[in-house]
């Protein structure tokens, strides 16, 4: 009987002993998370800082490209307006040349017509 109360201290006291080292363990392990989360959190903030750093130059970037196309837009409403101009220039460039050569035909069908000659139709 002795022999069967002494195994059952030491199974008390091993239960005992590994309870204390789960206890440890599971100390240990809440540790590991909290440092973990520690680390985890530093990474989530430093990530989201990134993110935040991300967003302002997408919306700078974004800002820029705005500007830049209007700026694109008020030159080609420029170069539009010179071109307008530079074709308006043109005809009238044409229009001053037909005008001088329907003068100029006109003054040699009066001179052909003094000389005798039938002017041509529909002048």
Do not use: W
């Not at 440890?24 to 990134?50: C, I, M, P, T």
């Amino acid at each position: 009987m002795l022999r069967h109360a002494y195994v059952a201290e030491r199974a008390e006291e091993q239960v005992h002993q590994i309870a204390g080292q789960l206890t440890r363990v599971e100390q240990q392990f809440s540790d590991l998370k909290n440092r973990r989360a520690d680390r985890d959190d530093g990474k989530v903030r430093e990530l989201e800082a990134g993110i935040t750093e991300l967003r302002r130059v997408v919306e700078e970037r974004h800002a820029r490209s705005v500007e830049i196309a209007t700026v694109k837009g008020d030159a080609d409403a420029g170069r539009l307006r010179y071109q307008e101009r530079a074709f308006e220039n043109a005809l009238a460039v044409r229009d001053a040349r037909i005008e001088r050569l329907e003068m100029q035909l006109k003054m040699l069908c009066q001179f052909l017509s003094v000389g005798g000659y039938d002017m041509p139709k529909g002048l």
